[in-house]
């Protein structure tokens, strides 16, 4: 787990906070058209498209500061 953490704190530092989330939100979308393309679980990929938004919520608000 603290590998992960490094990790992730330097690429907070390279790309920000908001940068991380938004790509975390993108990763999200992509896992859920692989769901639905692969595996055809609409429910599974809806969770995943659930995530990414709520992931790009947060980096919008990030982004503003708020």
């Known amino acids: 787990m603290d590998d992960l953490r490094d990790t ?15 790509a975390l939100a993108e990763i999200a979308d992509e896992k ?12 599974l990929a809806k969770a995943w498209e659930r995530d990414a938004w709520t992931l790009k919520k947060a980096a919008a608000k990030l982004e503003d500061g708020n």
């Open 32 to 43: 859920a058209e692989h769901v639905r393309s692969n595996w055809q679980d609409e429910p």
């Open 8 to 22: 992730l704190e330097m690429l907070v530092d390279r790309k920000g906070l908001a940068g991380v989330v938004e």
